[in-house]
């Protein structure tokens, strides 16, 4: 199932076209897919911004052409995979900002198109490398050729790729075998719900909880009508940054702390 099979879902389930997803899993992957419903997808981009925790499995010994083990094996390695001290060391290196370049197959964009379509054609793909930060990486186990791992990551990580350079600085070739997406920010697997109980009607999790990286502050129906307008209010003095803006428990608007004013973001009421 992918990414998006899991919207469509969503949506018949609600009755809504309005739903979106904060980052894609892959169909091979399990775990976590944050889908925002209604005026709540206009907030996207602040939840899909926050640190990825992930599980995963990397198997040494052969690199494919996905980086996963859906690919065809591009590359054996010809020597013994090494001792588990030195795979220990070799993932050590990965933590921090390092300099990642992305799988070929990957929704990244090549000479204006994706670069997994170019890929499926057969075409040699070299996406342009970034900056991505793993926060953390932690080996779990060492069994044979596979490697058991648990990494926080930036945005726009793919383990995928951790996998395959795992394998290139061991100088044996690698590839991912499994991957459960456990965490996004502060949001765990251990909360959500399956598909099954989107269809029988379960309360979804609230906005606010979806935010609660961010400051939040409630305000009086006075500064809701100013907000709901697009103007500024008093912001509490110290306030800075992003902040949250609430009526009661319902989320109104984003907005940024600054100059003594919460500046409106992203106004999800009504005047």
Known sequence: MTSHDVVQQVRRALGTRAVGHTGTLDPFATGLLVALVGKGTRVARFVEQQPKTYLGVARLGVETDTDDLTGRAVEVGSGAVPDPEAVRDALGGFVGTIVQVPPAFSAKRVAGERSHRLARRGEAVQPRPVAVTVERLEVLSIEGADVTFRTTVSPGTYIRALARDLGRELGVGGHLRSLRREAIGSIRVEEAVPLDAVR????????????????????????????????????????????????????????????????????????
């Open 200 to 271: 029988q009607g379960v309360e979804p999790m609230s906005l606010s909880r979806v935010l609660e990286h961010l400051p939040a502050m409630t305000l009086g129906e006075d500064a809701v009508l100013e907000i709901a307008h697009g103007r500024p209010v008093e912001a509490p003095a110290g306030s800075r940054g992003l902040m949250v803006l609430c009526r009661g428990e319902d989320v109104v608007a984003l907005a940024q702390a600054e100059d003594g004013w919460l500046r409106p973001k992203v106004v999800l009421v009504a005047p």
